[in-house]
Structure formats: structure tokens, C-alpha cells
């Protein structure tokens, strides 16, 4: 089994997300030892935005492009090469401002490509990327599953289903920045939570 695990919080020390994607990734290895983890910390790494030289490259032909147009298409060839390994992808993702992180976004615009990743049939779109277990752990400050305002999870559902992800489990802590004690039962509620969705 291939683990790939991305993390995407701005923090590195005392990330929520990061510990509880540790977390799922270490009961996963705790389950399967032979499993292989590829680790894509978003946060000392960060990917580059889809802007209008990245577009550019991208639609021009391989053949074509200039060196540092090959080398702009290479940072996002390298990300779909990890997601078309992994058997399991485990996300860390706070929210932001309502929103996943930006460099979560780039992540995603990085591996949704044409014609690699999903494709267009007389049927409709058809995801490339199948067979894959996808776990997410979402932290936020304060609370809003099941809510108008969580836009997180109908869009992480919808993009990951559309590029061929349908098993996805989420997991939540939230109230983070509601004191001690919520912050106590919101990790006590996510460590929970993992366990179910390890186990399903
Ligand atoms: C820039 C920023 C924006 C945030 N926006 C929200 C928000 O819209 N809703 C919310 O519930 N919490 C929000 N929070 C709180 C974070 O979701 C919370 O601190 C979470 O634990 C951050 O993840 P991390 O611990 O992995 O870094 C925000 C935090 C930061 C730093």
C-alpha cells in the first residue's frame, strides 16, 4: 500500500491538521507496516499558483515549450505521479477563511489535468484517478459541519469525485479557537472519528 500524504495548513509547529493526518496515516501504517508513505508538506514546499505562465505552458505542446515552461509543467507532473501511486491519500486541511488554504488549491489545479487525470466522454466526465481511499482531516476554529458555510466539504467531495475519488471520509475537529476545553473535545471527537474511518 502507498500512502501519500499531503499536508496544507500554513503552520509548521503546532499544526491541528498536521498532527490529526499524522494521526490517520500512523494507524493506517499501524494496520498494513509494509505500507510506504510519500510526504508532500505543502507548507515548506509550496506549490505555484496556476497563473497566466503556468496556463500557458500547460497548453503549449510539450515539443514547444520553452525550458522554463517544460520546467513549469515538470513541478505539476511530479504531483500527479505521486497521486497516481498512492493507494490511500490522507489530507490535513484547515480551514481558511471559509476556504480551503491556497496551496491546497494549487495542489488541486496542479493534479487536474485534461486527459490525465479526468476526461471527457460521450457520457460526460470520467475520473482517471480511481481505486484510491481518500481520508481528510478538517480543523477549524470554529464549528460548522453539516452547515451552509462549510463550503470545504461539498467542494473537496465534488473535485476529488470528479478526478475518480468517490471514498472519501472526513473527519472533523472543530471549535479549535473556543477554549481549552473545546479544544480537548474536538481532538477527542477527530481521534474518534479516525478510528471509524480507519476501521470502515
Ligand atoms: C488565516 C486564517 C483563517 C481562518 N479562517 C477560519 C474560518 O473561516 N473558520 C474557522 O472556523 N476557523 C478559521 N481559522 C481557524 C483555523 O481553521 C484553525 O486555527 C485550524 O486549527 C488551523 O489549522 P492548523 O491547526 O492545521 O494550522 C482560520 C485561521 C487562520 C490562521
Request: hydrophobic share 45%; aromatic share 8%.
Amino acid at each position: 500500500m502507498n500512502i501519500l500524504q499531503i499536508n496544507s495548513s500554513a503552520r509548521s509547529e503546532g499544526s491541528f491538521s498536521t498532527r490529526l493526518a499524522d494521526r490517520i496515516v500512523a494507524r493506517l501504517r499501524e494496520a498494513d507496516p509494509e505500507a510506504s508513505l510519500t510526504l508532500r508538506n505543502l507548507t515548506g514546499n509550496p506549490h505555484p499558483i496556476l497563473d497566466e505562465a503556468a496556463l500557458g505552458a500547460l497548453f503549449t505542446p510539450a515539443a514547444q515549450r520553452t525550458g522554463e515552461q517544460a520546467a513549469r509543467v515538470a513541478l505539476d507532473d511530479a504531483l500527479i505521479a505521486e497521486i497516481a501511486a498512492a493507494d490511500v491519500v490522507v489530507l490535513g486541511v484547515p480551514m481558511y477563511n471559509f476556504g480551503v488554504p491556497a496551496q491546497l488549491k494549487n495542489w488541486i489545479d496542479a493534479i487536474s489535468r485534461a486527459g490525465v487525470t479526468f476526461r471527457y466522454t460521450a457520457n460526460g466526465p470520467e475520473g482517471l484517478l480511481t481505486g484510491k481511499k481518500v481520508y481528510v482531516a478538517l480543523t477549524r476554529g470554529g464549528k460548522y459541519r453539516n452547515t451552509p458555510a462549510d463550503s470545504q466539504v461539498p467542494y473537496l467531495a465534488t473535485v476529488l469525485g470528479f478526478l475518480g475519488m468517490k471514498d472519501v471520509h472526513f473527519v472533523y475537529a472543530e471549535g479549535l479557537a473556543m477554549g481549552a476545553d473545546a479544544e480537548r473535545e474536538a481532538l477527542a471527537t477527530a481521534y474518534a472519528e479516525i478510528e471509524d474511518a480507519v476501521a470502515a
